[in-house]
């Protein structure tokens, strides 16, 4: 059985816990101290997820290449190259920093004016609250409601991913939230609606070119 090969990418505020995620995932163990991630760092992660078949259970086997983002880049700098191809885009807030909840629409807003509108099913975005470990610690407080994430997810058509703690998840459970995202997504777009997307602006582009060869037949 051929795998289903989807990009995903972990993008939000500086210091909300993407690389921290990332981290988890890639070892299984959490780094406490503050990393910056320069450039991309990339890593293939392998799961077999039962999901929705034409009304039936069905298993299938996905390959996820998991991509963290630079966290000094401003969602002003996020540059096509982060998100085009991208399946998946995981939008990260902290839920004791309000700000980096309110630039959520700004992200939102970076991500439609970069590879187009969320209704087009070429992509699927998940909204998740990280560091909820933090909440009651020293001087830290919740920030930013549960409820008030739902709902910026039903006004932008995200996907609303849940509150989190990359620090105190186990592995286990982390693996198994990733299978709940592979799943949504999937359900969003299907197998590759991106693939048939490119499929389509490449033919346009042979035809375009076939056009000027045509020109400059003697």
Do not use: P
């Not at 980096?100 to 629409?105: A, K, L, M, P, R």
């Not at 560091?131 to 039903?154: A, P």
Request: charge should be positive.
């Amino acid at each position: 059985m051929s795998k289903i090969s989807y990009k995903f990418i972990l993008i939000g505020n500086s210091g909300v816990g993407k690389t921290a995620i990332f981290h988890k995932m890639q070892s299984g163990k959490f780094y406490d101290q503050n990393i910056s991630t320069i450039g991309v760092a990339k890593k293939n992660f392998f799961f077999t997820v039962e999901v929705q078949e034409n009304g039936k259970n069905v298993k299938k086997d996905f390959e996820i290449s998991l991509h963290d983002t630079a966290g000094q880049e401003k969602f002003r700098a996020i540059t096509f190259n982060y998100y085009k191809s991208s399946d998946g885009i995981l939008l990260i807030y902290d839920i004791t920093d309000r700000s980096s909840f309110e630039n959520v629409e700004q992200w939102m807003n970076s991500i439609k004016d970069t590879i187009g509108n969320t209704q087009d099913s070429k992509y699927a975005v998940i909204l998740i609250g990280n560091k909820l470990d933090q909440i009651g610690q020293q001087d830290f407080k919740r920030e930013v409601t549960e409820e008030e994430s739902v709902n910026i997810c039903k006004e932008h058509n995200m996907i609303w991913g849940g509150e989190q703690s990359a620090k105190e998840i186990k592995m286990e459970d982390l693996i198994e939230l990733f299978k709940g995202y592979i799943k949504q997504i999937y359900e969003r777009i299907g197998e590759k609606k991106q693939a048939k997307q490119t499929l389509k602006s490449v033919q346009k582009y042979k035809k375009k070119f076939s056009f000027f060869d045509n020109c400059f037949k003697v």
